[in-house]
């Protein structure tokens, strides 16, 4: 922690502050009002203990890289001459000639997803005169506004809910800790909030506006863009939930419903499967060998380095990737994405809070589906159109990052997507049990 930031982040914090009040009468109402400030406010502490942590307990890793190997090193570049910052912002895969001195410093030239980071840092350092910690604030206040217009979205879906829709988007201490720093999970988190946002103004709303258009076009672009996979495993959800939308108002009975539910859904899967195939053909390093084979050698790289170093390591079980062991390790991926590490694994601190979390959510997973029963819990997923799209995106996602990351300190924080959504439908579903009781 610099000089800067001791007197740069305190301004940059009022600042924020002071427009997060003009723009709060805008975007609430009288219900969702009392969690604007609150919200914000824990985006904020985590974005401030996310800097903490890596500075001073694991002494360096990915948000400090790309302060000290990316922003600050456009920050010299500024200070040099601001035509070359401006060309480290804007390059491409080539180094840039008027600045190749500076951007070949930069550790992340060259990997488009992660020099997005490195871009939009080193803009908000020109600004904040290259203070980590009011860069980082910033990229709370970016991270807060995908996660209100989700909030907005789902609380206008589902007002009945309430503080408890607020609670699974708001307030989930691993969601509100991994996704507001200088990393991917922030950038992300926000584009799959205005993602869900505009997707549910344009087909439930039908706010078809040229705005809702740029912000889901936007938003599918910056997921497509710095994190595919999550982009992918949207895909099959939202194609279910436009079609869904439409469907349950075409077929009324619930029973015809259900006995067709499987055959669109494997419809949609092998849809994204010739996607897969057709994007394959266009890129080779997004063909489904490749993703494969990078899915395993991502998993045994994290896996080897924390046998080494004493780490938080994760098995499936085998080393098996072909078609059939992805198959079998389809329930695993899945269960370890959503409720591991358990209490037992726990080897540090930081890995106790995401046990703790994860327990937590199992009870709740358990006592929903206890009180629900399970076939009623599975046709309340599948009678709402919003929540099959949640449901498929759940099981899609979580058996992505759990078969190729091994890893729990990893996977905490690829997993934060994935989380408000699924509290979000479990707390729906008991609601609609409720409802259907009464």
């Known amino acids: 922690m610099g000089l800067q930031d001791l007197i740069v982040t305190p301004i940059y914090l009022l600042l924020l502050y002071a427009l997060a009040y003009w723009i709060r009468p805008k975007v609430t109402n009288s219900d969702t009002r009392k969690y604007f400030i609150p919200g914000l406010t824990v985006k904020f502490v985590g974005a401030i203990a996310l800097g903490f942590v890596y500075q001073f307990y694991y002494e360096g890793g990915d948000t400090m890289n790309y302060y000290n190997w990316g922003a600050k090193i456009v920050w010299e570049a500024f200070l040099d001459s601001p035509t070359k910052a401006i060309s480290l912002i804007t390059a491409g895969a080539e180094y840039p000639a008027d600045a190749f001195q500076y951007a070949s410093r930069i550790i992340f030239f060259g990997d488009l997803p992660s020099y997005s980071i490195v871009r939009v840092a080193g803009l908000l350092a020109i600004f904040t005169l290259n203070s980590y910690y009011a860069i980082s604030l910033c990229f709370a206040a970016i991270s807060f506004s995908g996660t209100w217009a989700l909030f907005y979205a789902l609380d206008k879906y589902s007002p009945w809910i309430g503080k408890w829709t607020a609670l699974a988007v708001l307030f989930i201490p691993s969601v509100f800790f991994w996704g507001s720093g200088i990393l991917k999970d922030t950038l992300t988190f926000a584009s799959l909030g205005f993602f869900i946002y505009s997707l549910l103004e344009i087909v439930k709303w039908k706010r078809v506006t040229l705005l809702n258009f740029i912000i889901l076009l936007g938003s599918t672009y910056v997921l497509y863009h710095i994190k ?116 037992w694994e726990v080897r540090n601190p930081v890995m106790l809070l995401t046990a703790i979390e994860s327990l937590l959510l199992l009870w709740l997973f358990g006592y929903t589906l206890v009180k629900t029963g399970f076939v009623s819990f599975f046709g309340f997923l599948i009678k709402d159109p919003l929540m099959s799209f949640f449901f498929l995106f759940t099981i899609v996602f979580c058996f992505a990052i759990g078969v190729s990351t091994f890893n729990f300190g990893s996977l905490a924080r690829y997993r934060i997507p994935v989380i408000p959504l699924f509290a979000y439908s479990l707390f729906f579903v008991q609601f609609k049990r409720q409802d259907s009781r009464r």
């Not at 009324?252 to 010739?274: A, H, Q």
């Not at 053909?281 to 790289?301: F, G, H």
């Not at 992805?326 to 994405?337: A, M, Q, T």
């Open 228 to 343: 595919i996979y999550i982009a992918l495993s949207l895909i099959p959800g939202a194609v279910l939930f436009i079609y869904f939308f439409y469907f349950s108002r075409a077929v009324k009975s619930t029973v015809m419903r259900i006995l067709l539910t499987p055959i669109l859904i494997v419809g949609v899967l092998y849809s994204m499967y010739f996607a897969a195939l057709k994007l394959g053909e266009d890129n080779r390093k997004y063909s489904l060998d490749s993703m494969i084979e990078t899915a395993r050698v991502s998993a045994e790289w994290l896996y080897y380095v924390s046998q080494v170093e004493g780490g938080s390591a994760y098995s499936l079980g085998d080393d098996d990737f072909s078609p059939p062991g992805l198959v079998r390790k389809f329930v695993p991926g899945v269960w370890v994405s959503l409720f591991r590490p358990y209490i």
